[in-house]
């Protein structure tokens, strides 16, 4: 806990109230769209960041961008779990909720532990506000919320009383009861305000009257806070024991764009990223498009197959080239994508999976996408496959992503997800230096014979030259119709077209040899091995490592690499009775490890509701097992 609180923060001492130290807190605000509730979270995420403890967040909005006030599908609401130990998940339900509307306290009463506290703005329940949220009664009144501890607190009341003597409109005085709201979060948890009262200042710097408004608000709720009766106790959490280092707070889309600029750095290039905004991936466009100053070129098309294209034409160019979208994107590309499996181009192509199908549920997680990155081409059109488990392993999966590509002359599919790329994490800033090099070599010269050969390759990676266009005496040909080998010519000879194929599907095996072998954490043998990929890493570490210290015979890994599979994978799998492979899909990889080792004991856990898993639900499919 910060030792130095400014004065307005002072804890009135004659009241004595109790500091309880606890290990781990799980906080949800909700409220409206309008509410600032993404806002809200971002800051004590930070001010948290600034205080020394590790945490997981998950922001959770609609996909329109604007629904009716009041209503139930216009929610939005935003986690994180705090700790003083190492953790991966925003939690599995809050230990405080604080609900800004009679809408934010119907759809978030599931995500709320039993006994847990429920901060309710008791100022809008009025009939009309009961009626958009389909409340049948107030749940203030009667017993609805028994098996919780209700804090009715009349926030917009409040938060007008406070901002009394300011000159601003009704409107945003009402704007302003988030930050009334975060004022009593930051006293319950014995936060500092200080780094908010920045942002504001830094924030609306144009604007005194808000910033000074604002500011007012989050001091009016830290002092309400202090000074009622409502509260018995305040509580702290101890800062985390992390590895030394320097740490800043870190989204997956940020991390994701941040890996891809130090990759581009490492080669000595341009980084290319051509893209056409979609939901969640968009914010890894937002990034980039800051950093033009490592010659970072972004490029918004106007649709998914001009941006592939245009992507297409940056990895011939000879530049580091990327794009990104999410589900419904990748199919649009994906005929522009097979171009670059036939011309053997070093193209990345990141998709953050949302649920599906069609347009699904645009702001809600999924993992769905893995067959499609695997097989949604025409032909034999085998790439490589990898997947972040982080939102700050994005860094260095997107770091990976550009290497192989790169090295072997291959496109690769990055699989992020919505709740990875959304989420947030603290992230060790990596020693530039100890990133592994990323060598590009393009042919200056023809060869001896005065013939240039496309398509010859080297002979431990089977990567073809990267010449770049323009080079005297290196002109070729480029396209989608089948190549002969060598040359590069248009080949229809059947014996010719059998020897491509094997050789780009064998490129894309000997991967394998270029990668880490898949890590086991816990028994080498057992009862139980659960394997993952992707935003389940969180769940899967936390229930498994909760059952080991029980004595329970499980292990847990995970996989990064999907296509290929890391080189030992097998070996491991045959070491367990039963295989537990937790996805949100219905069995994707779980249907890609029984194709390939149809001998391993192989068990699903399926979730397709937009949500993350929690904890409780994979162990208790362990247990089952056991």
């Not at 171009?339 to 192509?349: D, G, I, K, T, W």
């Not at 989420?423 to 800033?429: A, C, I, T």
Request: hydrophobic share 40%.
């Amino acid at each position: 806990m910060n030792s130095k609180i400014a004065e307005d923060q002072s804890v009135t001492e004659k009241k004595n109230k109790e500091v309880k130290s606890v290990n781990t807190i799980t906080v949800r605000f909700a409220g409206d769209s309008g509410d600032g509730m993404q806002l809200t979270g971002d800051q004590f995420t930070d001010t948290t960041a600034m205080m020394g403890n590790d945490f997981a967040t998950l922001p959770d909005y609609p996909a329109e961008i604007r629904a009716p006030i009041g209503t139930l599908p216009g929610v939005s609401s935003f986690q994180i779990q705090f700790s003083d130990s190492i953790i991966f998940t925003p939690g599995d339900a809050a230990d405080v909720l604080v609900a800004m509307n009679p809408a934010a306290l119907k759809v978030n009463i599931p995500n709320v532990k039993k006994d847990g506290l429920i901060i309710v703005n008791e100022s809008v329940f009025t009939e009309q506000n009961l009626r958009k949220a389909s409340w049948q009664n107030n749940p203030l009144l009667d017993d609805t919320l028994k098996d919780f501890n209700v804090l009715k607190v009349k926030l917009s009341e409040l938060t007008k009383n406070a901002l009394k003597d300011h000159p601003l409109k009704l409107t945003e005085v009402e704007r302003c009861k988030n930050f009334f709201a975060l004022g009593i979060m930051f006293w319950l948890y014995s936060r500092t305000f200080d780094y908010t009262i920045d942002w504001i200042q830094r924030k609306f710097a144009k604007r005194p009257e808000i910033v000074n408004a604002n500011i007012a608000a989050v001091k009016a709720g830290y002092n309400f806070a202090d000074i009622t009766e409502i509260f018995p106790s305040q509580y702290c959490v101890k800062q985390t024991r992390l590895e030394p280092g320097i740490y800043r707070k870190i989204m997956g889309n940020q991390a994701t764009a941040i890996g891809f600029i130090a990759a581009a750095r490492k080669a000595q290039k341009t980084l290319f990223y051509g893209t056409y905004p979609i939901t969640p991936a968009s914010t890894v466009l937002h990034e980039l498009a800051k950093h033009k100053n490592y010659d970072v070129k972004t490029f918004q098309a106007e649709d998914e197959i001009a941006a592939m294209g245009a992507t297409i034409g940056a990895a011939f160019a000879g530049e580091i080239a990327l794009t990104g979208t999410s589900g419904p994107g990748l199919c649009l590309k994906s005929e522009a994508l097979n171009l670059a499996v036939m011309a053997e181009l070093p193209v990345v192509v990141v998709n953050v999976q949302r649920s599906g199908p069609s347009t699904g549920m645009p702001t809600k997680t999924e993992q769905a996408d893995l067959l499609q990155a695997m097989y949604g081409r025409n032909g034999e059109s085998p790439l490589v496959v990898l997947a972040p488990k982080t939102p700050s392993d994005c860094f260095q999966m997107a770091f990976e992503a550009v290497r192989i590509a790169v090295k072997f002359m291959v496109p690769v599919i990055f699989l992020s997800d919505g709740y990875i790329g959304n989420g947030s994490e603290p992230w060790k800033l990596p020693d530039v230096d100890q990133l592994p090099e990323i060598k590009v070599n393009h042919p200056l010269q023809p060869n001896a014979d005065d013939q240039y050969q496309p398509y010859k390759r080297d002979p431990q990676t089977l990567a073809r030259p990267w010449a770049r266009p323009g080079t005297p005496g290196l002109e070729h040909r480029i396209g989608g119709l089948a190549k002969a080998d060598l040359t590069g010519n248009v080949s229809y000879d059947p014996e010719n077209n059998q020897k491509m194929i094997n050789l780009r599907a064998e490129k894309v095996e000997r991967v394998a040899q270029d990668i880490p072998e898949l890590e086991v954490f816990g028994p080498e043998k057992g009862k139980v091995l659960v394997i993952g990929w992707g935003g389940t890493f969180g769940a899967i570490y936390q229930a498994v490592n909760q059952m080991q210290a029980e004595g329970k015979s499980v292990a847990r890994a995970h996989l990064n690499y999907i296509n290929p599979f890391p080189r030992n994978l097998g070996e491991v799998l045959k070491r367990y009775e039963t295989v537990l492979i937790p996805e949100l899909n219905m069995g994707q990889l779980l249907n890609l490890i029984r194709f390939k080792f149809p001998k391993v004991n192989s068990e699903g856990l399926h979730k397709v509701q937009g949500q993350p898993f929690k904890v409780y639900e994979i162990q208790e499919k362990i247990e089952a097992f056991l």
